[in-house]
């Protein structure tokens, strides 16, 4: 009786590496299904069943190799994880333990090496540890170091908002407490949470304005704040709860909105442009 093949899923935007590593694989013995993108390799997972996942760091998006383990985990959780990368760093390793991928190996890749990888660790039956899934509003809270300091960089780099002069307690002011009363906008669910429990946005509109601020720039630092959080949430979708994943991302649009829209109002009462409107 011949014996099955281990079975490959390789996810990789590069044309060149698609048509010459798949035939390498194959004559190595392992049968190879080919993604270009995201979407084909998604469509994959959820209809076939695969060994071992290989996918590059950055198909079409920075980073978008991790969604792709992140979907295989949940669906096949015992398939083996490898990421490909053309930017060895130790950051990519850190995010690689983080995402609990099997191994990361670096282009251009070593044939010997990467064969002699998939068959140690298709040997090796994966020990399925179950997912710690967490709401959005825990990982707000449980990143909130992570969302402020890279906030503070995007903002920095943003020549409109770098124009006015601020230190980074200033800059900060209270955007640690906006985030926090973001996270339970979320956890109130379809409760509209009222004005004066946004105390953190209300000072926030107050000192913008005796800082000197515009409400262009205050539009800004919220678009900012909703890039950056989107952003950390994708780094750590493995530990999102898909159950209520989307209608907490809706709840946190909502709640940001709502969180600004409390922070111009109150800039526009400190400027006395609120009391004759």
């Known amino acids: 009786m011949q014996e099955r093949k281990t079975r490959i899923l390789f ?6 590496i698609r048509m010459t590593l798949p035939l390498i694989l194959e004559q190595e013995g392992f049968e190879v299904s080919v993604a270009a993108t995201v979407a084909e390799a998604l469509a994959y997972i959820n209809r076939d069943s695969f060994d071992v996942l290989l996918a590059d760091l950055n198909i079409g998006e920075k980073g978008d190799g991790f969604t792709l383990i992140s979907a295989m985990r949940r669906v096949q959780p015992s398939a083996v994880t490898l990421i490909l990368t053309g930017y060895p760093d130790f950051a990519t390793a850190l995010e690689a333990i983080r ?8 282009k251009p890749t070593n ?36 969302i402020t300091d890279e906030w503070l960089r995007e903002t920095s780099q943003n020549t409109m908002l770098s124009s006015v002069s601020l ?3 200033e800059r900060l002011d209270h955007i640690r407490l906006i985030i ?6 979320i ?8 004005d004066n429990a946004k105390k953190g946005a209300t000072r926030h509109g107050q000192e913008r304005y005796e800082q000197g601020y515009t409400v262009r720039r205050i539009a800004i630092e919220a678009r900012l704040l909703h890039v950056v959080i989107s952003r950390v949430l994708h780094k750590h979708l493995l530990a999102v709860d898909m159950s209520t994943c989307i209608s ?3 709840l946190m649009g909502e709640g940001l909105h709502e969180e600004f829209e409390e922070s111009i109002r109150a800039f526009e009462e400190q400027s006395g442009y609120g009391k004759t409107a």
Do not use: F
């Open 180 to 185: 926090e009363e973001l996270a339970k906008r």
């Open 99 to 106: 995402n609990q991928v099997d191994d990361y190996l670096t």
């Open 11 to 16: 996810a990789d935007d590069e044309p060149g």
């Open 248 to 250: 907490d991302m809706m």
């Open 111 to 146: 044939v010997k090496q990467l064969v002699e990888t998939i068959k140690e660790k298709s040997k090796q039956p994966r020990h399925v540890i179950p997912l710690q899934v967490k709401r959005v509003s825990t990982i707000l809270r449980e990143s909130i170091d992570e």
């Open 167 to 169: 230190s980074q307690k």
């Open 187 to 194: 956890e109130a669910g379809p409760n509209v949470i009222a």
